[in-house]
């Protein structure tokens, strides 16, 4: 019989194997394996597990449904709270949110709610279940700027309370990160974000691409000459930091950003494109985010030698610990407690490798880690030609410089009540990255909807 104690395994593509190619890591549960799991859920009455959810999806609710084996009604269930399952059952940090809440968890492993909701939503997909649309629309015209997970989910939200919705992206292609940041390894486009944004257009949202706001056209525009009665501003946090050390200006130094988005959006891992991308033979990623991880699993497949640069121990690197996992398992070199000084340069201005120094943790800093202190005369020379920098994301000023009134922090971020993201000027309203700095999927997701409530609540009473 099996262990009630642990978590069903799930199904993943072998270490080695998958070290050179850019296939789905984890494939994920079966229909007898999501039943097995879901019988281990206690189906508490006052569920924890909703409270750590950022979008509140009713999760013992969807879990007995899966348990009876009515996968199209669990799915129902998950969608009256959000719009891109199959994509957080991928890649939300469940093991900080909904799991760590889970009762189960306390004498064993929690609920593996992530791979349960992931299951459902990968069944909708591939059994082509429509999501719940508006009975009528009710004349009011909103629209959305940016297509990652916080604008998707406010335009999904306000389309099925029957608004009139239109996206406007700045890229060609729909869906932020999750298209040009997140890779397909972790993250497949075709068959999970590109068809779970279908359902969103069969919600009745129109999308346009290629619009930049603040350069095609501006917010004040849009309000004033196009007729929209309020907008929600969900443009991410893409403008990548760098160190300002000697030699970020080298051929070979690449922001992640940047690197995700040559191998991601412009296919520069697949041989049927010409995108060009220093794949490296010998590649240092400085930072230990999730962001550090997803370059250096890249350029791993790609087929460099990998090294993580963090100034910090193990215990701090800030990825999810199931992506650390990922990239030890695939063989990638963690240099931890060490910090780059400098990028070394050859006559030619490409990188020849990077001289860096060991870090000891001192007294805990205001974000309450302990602070990483240099150690005198411990610098060494790494040989590298390619260095990617993963040091974090801030808003980009345009939007914030090209709309009249609206209020920015010092960090860039757009300031927005946290309940209904309301904005310093009247019927704008804005969530995600671009209000947080760079946070999570599912948080971007629960601004959307908040954002979505607080629209709602403006035109219905108008
Ligand atoms: C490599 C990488 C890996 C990550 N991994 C994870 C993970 O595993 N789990 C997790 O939960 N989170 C992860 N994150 C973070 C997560 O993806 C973000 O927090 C989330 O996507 C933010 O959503 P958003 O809608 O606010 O912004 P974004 O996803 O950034 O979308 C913003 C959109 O707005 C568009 N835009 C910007 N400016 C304009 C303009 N002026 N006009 C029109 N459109 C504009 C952009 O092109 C973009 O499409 C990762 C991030 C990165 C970069």
Not at 28 to 36: I, M, N, R
Not at 136 to 141: A, D, S, T
Not at 280 to 299: E, I, Q
Request: with cysteine; glycine share 10%.
């Amino acid at each position: 019989m099996a262990d009630v104690l642990k978590k069903v395994p799930v199904r993943e593509q072998e270490a080695k194997v998958r070290a050179t190619n850019f296939e789905e890591v984890c494939y994920g549960y079966d229909k007898e394996e999501a039943v097995e799991e879901a019988v281990r859920c206690l189906n508490c009455k006052n569920a924890k597990c909703i409270q750590g959810c950022p979008v509140a999806i009713n999760i013992p609710g969807f879990i007995s449904k899966v348990k009876e084996g009515d996968i199209e009604g669990a799915y129902k269930v998950i969608g009256e709270s959000s719009a891109l399952p199959a994509i957080c059952g991928r890649v939300c940090p469940q093991e900080s949110q909904c799991e760590c809440k889970c009762i189960r968890g306390i004498k064993g492993e929690p609920v593996s709610i992530g791979k349960l909701e992931r299951f459902v939503a990968d069944y909708a997909l591939e059994h082509d279940i429509k999501p719940q649309k508006a009975e009528k629309m009710n004349g009011h015209k909103v629209a959305v700027i940016g297509s990652g997970p916080s604008g998707l989910t406010c335009a999904g939200d306000l389309a099925k309370m029957g608004y009139d919705v239109t996206v406007f992206e700045a890229l060609h292609e729909l869906g932020g990160v999750l298209v040009y940041g997140i890779p397909e390894f972790r993250l497949p486009k075709e068959k999970v974000v590109k068809k779970e944004i279908e359902k969103v257009k069969e919600l009745g949202v129109k999308f346009e691409t290629n619009v930049v706001i603040g350069k095609s056209t501006t917010i004040d525009q849009l309000m004033e000459e196009e007729d929209f009665e309020a907008v929600f501003i969900g443009s991410g946090a893409g403008l990548p930091m760098f160190m300002g050390i000697p030699g970020e200006t080298a051929n070979g130094v690449f922001s992640a950003n940047e690197y995700l988005t040559r191998s991601n959006l412009m296919k520069a891992f697949d041989d049927n494109y010409d995108t060009p991308i220093a794949a490296g033979r010998k590649v240092a990623v400085v930072g230990g985010g999730n962001v550090a991880m997803d370059a250096a699993r890249t350029a791993l497949r790609l087929g460099a030698e990998v090294h993580i640069v963090y100034r910090r121990s193990e215990a701090e690197l800030p990825a999810r610990v199931e992506e650390v996992h990922h990239a030890m398992e695939e063989g990638i070199i963690f240099n931890l407690l060490t910090n780059p000084k400098e990028i070394l340069v050859d006559e030619n201005g490409w990188v020849r490798g990077m001289r860096v120094i060991k870090m000891e943790l001192g007294e805990p800093d205001a974000s309450g880690r302990r602070r990483p202190v240099e150690i005198p005369g411990s610098e060494y020379e790494m040989e590298l030609d390619t260095v990617i920098m993963s040091l974090g994301t801030s808003p980009n000023p345009l939007i914030a410089s090209t709309t009249k009134g609206l209020e920015t922090n010092r960090r860039k971020c757009i300031v927005a009540e946290e309940e209904n993201g309301q904005t310093s000027k009247a019927c704008v309203y804005a969530g995600g990255d671009a209000v947080t700095g760079a946070a999570t999927v599912i948080l971007a997701m629960g601004a959307g909807k908040a954002g979505a409530k607080g629209i709602h609540e403006l035109l219905s009473n108008k």
